[in-house]
C-alpha cells in the first residue's frame, strides 16, 4: 500500500490586474519618470437651496382655523342657547299650519219645518305654493302643470290657478284655489294626485305635481226646491256670505262662528303624533219662516202660469194671515234657481214683491173709501151722480169705460170703480181740496204708504208718497184712485189685510223664530199693531168689497169661490217704465180676503205690462187671487161661510 500523498491541488486566486505597458516598463537609472495621465475633469458641484423654516407658517394656518372654529362655535352657541327660543318658534310656524273650520249654515225651514234651504258636505280646494317651486319639484313650470290638470276640474281659468300657485310671496303657505266644491270634484282631484304619486315611483320622468293640492272640509248652500220661494230666500255667495233675500238678511244668524285647527305637517301631510290644537266651530241657528211651501208653490204656479199666458214683463202674488200679519206666501215671476245662479237674469235676481214700486190704481181706492167713512164724509149708501168726464184743475177726468152719466151710490162706486165718483167722494173730506188732501194723506200713511212695511228686507222700498203741501194740480185728483203715488204689493197686501183685520194694522212678519245649534226655539218678536180705522168702518168696506165681486155690476165676478164669501177690488193703473220714466203699458192687480165675513186670509195679485189678452186686473188677476185663495183655504182648513152676504146697493133711481 503506498503512502504516497496525493498531489495538492492549487487554487487559483484572484486575477492581478494587468498593468499598462508603460507601467511595466521600469526605467533605467537616470531615466525620466513616466508621465502621470491627466485627471478627467470633475463634474459641477449641484446647487443647494436652502428652505426656511416652516413654523411662522403652520402658526398661521393653526390661527386661521382657530378663528375659524371659533366663529363655528360662538354661531352654535348663539343658534342654541342665545336665539334658541326664536328659532325654536320659527321652526314651529313653519312645521305647523292652520286652517279655518268653517261652521256648518243653519236651515231655513217654512213654518212646518220643511227646509227651503240647507247645507251638505263639500271641500274648499287649497293649495301649498312651496310645494310647486323648483326645490320641490325639480322643474320650472310645475304650478303651471298644476294649473292645466285643476282648470277642467274646477272649471277655472288656467292663467288665474297659475298665479294663485305661483304667488309673489315665496312664503306663503296656503291659497283657497276653488271654495265648496262637491265631494266628486275633490274625488276626482285626490285618485289624479295619486295616479301621478304612484306612477311617479316607478318612472323617473314623472313628477306628481299635485303633491302640494289638499282640502279643507267645507259645506255648500243647496236648495232642495229650485226657484221655489227664491226671491225670499235669496242665495249664499262664493265667499258662503248671504247675497240676498233672508240669506242676506238674517247671515249673522245664520252662519254661526267657524272654528279653527292648527296641526304639524310634513310634506304636506298632518303628522299624526305630533298633536294639534282645534276650537270646534259652532253651526249657525236654524230660521224658521212664516211661509207655507204649499201655500207658495200653488202661489207661484199661478203667476207664472198667468204672466207667461200674458206675455207680461213680471207680476207678484202675496198671502198673507189677516189676523197675524204673518206672510203665508210670496211668490215672483219670473224667478230663478239659487243652486245655479249663472242661468239667471240680473233683473229677476231679488225680490220684486218688496223691491218693486209702482202705481197702484184702483185697488187703493179702499184707503180712499174708508177715510170717507171714517171721516162721516158720506155713508155705502150715499148718491154719487157720476157724469161721463169731470174737469178739475187743468185736467179732464174720465172713467176706464165710456158711459153715460152714472147714478151711484158711494158702494156702487166702489164696485164699478169709478174715477170720476171717487173725486167726488174724497172731496168732501175737506172744506177746501187743500184741506181734503191733507185728509186723505194722514190715512195713507196709517195705512203704511210711503214708510218701510217692518219687515226689514233688504232692498224694500217704501214707495213714493208726495207731501200734500207737494201734490201738483193732478196728483191731488189722481192720489185718491191710486195714480200719482207708489207702494210696493207687500203694502197693497198689507192695506187689505188692516180692512179685514178690523181696522187693526200687523206690521207683516216673515220670521217665526230661531231656532239655536242647542236646539232651543226663540219666537220671534211680536209684529206691533196699530189702529186705522174703527171696526165700524172696516166691516162696512168689507161689505161694500163683497159687492165688487158678488153684485153682477161689479168688476171682479172671476174671483167668486163657490161656498165662501169673497171681498175684493180690482185695479188697472197707467205704469211708469222703469227704462223711460214715461207711462207705457199697465199695472194689473186685484186684492180681497176671505171668508168676507169671518177673513184669515188676503191674497194680493200684481201683473206688470201684460202685452197679449185682457189688461184689466179683473180679467188676469182675478182668477189668479181664486185659485191661490181656494188652494189656501183648504190647505188651512177654513170652514165655508156661514152666512149670506148683505146686498149694498149699486145705483139708484134719480
Not at 303 to 330: H, N, W
Not at 480 to 493: H, I, T, V
Request: positive net charge.
Amino acid at each position: 500500500m503506498s503512502t504516497r500523498e496525493p498531489p495538492r491541488r492549487r487554487v487559483p486566486g484572484p486575477a492581478r490586474p494587468s498593468r499598462p505597458a508603460s507601467a511595466q516598463r521600469r526605467p533605467g537609472p537616470g531615466g525620466r519618470p513616466a508621465r502621470r495621465p491627466a485627471a478627467a475633469p470633475r463634474p459641477p458641484a449641484p446647487r443647494v437651496i436652502r428652505l426656511g423654516s416652516p413654523r411662522p407658517r403652520l402658526r398661521m394656518v393653526g390661527l386661521a382655523l382657530t378663528l375659524v372654529l371659533l366663529a363655528f362655535v360662538v354661531r352654535l352657541l348663539q343658534v342654541q342657547a342665545v336665539d334658541a327660543s326664536s328659532y325654536a318658534a320659527k321652526a314651529e310656524q313653519n312645521r305647523y299650519v292652520g286652517q279655518v273650520l268653517a261652521a256648518e249654515r243653519g236651515e231655513i225651514t217654512d213654518r212646518t219645518g220643511v227646509a227651503f234651504a240647507t247645507s251638505e258636505d263639500a271641500y274648499d280646494i287649497t293649495a301649498d305654493p312651496t310645494m310647486f317651486a323648483r326645490p320641490q319639484l325639480k322643474i320650472d313650470d310645475g304650478p303651471e302643470q298644476a294649473a292645466a290638470l285643476l282648470a277642467p276640474i274646477l272649471g277655472q281659468d288656467q292663467a288665474a290657478l297659475a298665479r294663485k300657485l305661483r304667488p309673489k310671496d315665496r312664503q306663503l303657505r296656503y291659497v283657497k284655489l276653488a271654495g265648496r266644491q262637491t265631494p266628486q270634484v275633490w274625488k276626482q282631484i285626490r285618485d289624479l294626485r295619486s295616479a301621478l304619486s304612484a306612477k311617479s315611483e316607478t318612472d323617473r320622468t314623472t313628477v306628481n305635481v299635485l303633491a302640494g293640492v289638499f282640502s279643507v272640509p267645507s259645506s255648500k248652500r243647496v236648495y232642495p226646491n229650485g226657484d221655489l220661494a227664491a226671491g225670499i230666500l235669496g242665495w249664499v255667495n262664493a265667499d258662503g256670505k248671504g247675497g240676498g233675500g233672508v240669506e242676506q238678511q238674517l247671515n249673522a244668524t245664520l252662519t254661526g262662528k267657524d272654528g279653527k285647527i292648527r296641526y304639524a305637517q310634513s310634506g304636506g301631510r298632518q303628522v299624526p303624533t305630533a298633536g294639534s290644537t282645534e276650537t270646534p266651530a259652532v253651526p249657525g241657528s236654524d230660521v224658521e219662516l212664516t211661509i207655507d211651501r204649499d201655500i207658495q208653490w200653488a202661489a207661484q204656479n199661478a203667476i207664472t202660469d198667468q204672466v207667461a199666458q200674458s206675455r207680461a214683463d213680471r207680476g207678484y202674488v202675496i198671502v198673507q194671515d189677516t189676523r197675524t200679519g204673518e206672510i203665508l206666501a210670496m211668490a215672483n215671476s219670473p224667478g230663478f234657481d239659487p243652486n245655479d245662479l249663472s242661468k239667471a237674469r240680473p233683473a229677476d235676481l231679488g225680490n220684486p214683491a218688496v223691491q218693486d214700486a209702482y202705481e197702484p190704481g184702483s185697488t187703493a181706492k179702499v184707503m180712499s173709501m174708508a177715510a170717507v167713512l171714517e171721516e162721516n164724509a158720506a155713508t155705502p149708501l150715499t148718491r154719487v151722480t157720476v157724469p161721463n168726464r169731470l174737469h178739475r184743475g187743468d185736467r179732464l177726468f174720465q172713467d176706464d169705460v165710456d158711459h153715460a152719466t152714472w147714478y151711484l151710490t158711494l158702494n156702487g162706486v166702489l164696485a164699478k170703480s169709478s174715477n170720476i165718483g171717487t173725486i167726488l167722494a174724497t172731496g168732501q173730506l175737506g172744506r177746501t181740496q187743500a184741506e181734503a188732501n191733507r185728509v186723505l194723506y194722514s190715512y195713507l200713511r196709517k195705512f203704511g204708504i210711503g214708510s218701510h212695511t217692518g219687515l226689514g228686507f233688504p232692498g224694500e222700498t217704501r214707495g213714493i208718497l208726495a207731501a200734500p203741501a207737494k201734490w201738483s194740480t193732478s196728483q191731488q185728483y189722481t192720489i185718491p184712485f191710486g195714480q200719482g203715488m207708489s207702494l210696493n204689493a207687500l203694502q197693497a197686501a198689507s192695506v187689505y189685510s188692516t180692512i179685514a183685520n178690523g181696522g187693526v194694522r200687523v206690521e207683516p212678519t216673515l220670521v217665526r223664530g230661531v231656532r239655536g245649534p242647542d236646539g232651543r226655539f226663540t219666537a220671534a218678536q211680536a209684529p206691533s199693531r196699530s189702529r186705522v180705522v174703527s171696526q165700524k168702518t172696516a166691516k162696512t168696506v168689507a161689505q161694500m168689497l163683497e159687492s165688487v165681486v158678488d153684485d153682477e155690476q161689479g168688476t171682479g165676478a172671476k174671483a167668486r169661490i163657490p161656498g165662501y164669501r169673497v171681498a175684493g177690488k180690482t185695479g188697472t193703473a197707467n205704469r211708469v217704465d222703469p227704462a223711460t220714466g214715461s207711462y207705457k203699458g199697465y199695472t194689473s192687480s186685484f186684492a180681497g180676503f176671505a171668508p168676507a165675513d169671518n177673513p184669515r186670509i188676503t191674497v194680493y195679485c200684481a201683473i206688470q205690462n201684460a202685452t197679449e189678452g185682457s189688461y184689466f186686473g179683473g180679467q188676469i188677476c182675478g182668477p189668479v187671487f181664486k185659485q191661490v185663495m181656494e188652494f189656501a183655504l183648504k190647505t188651512l182648513q177654513v170652514p165655508p161661510t156661514g152666512a149670506k152676504a148683505a146686498s149694498l146697493p149699486v145705483s139708484f133711481t134719480p
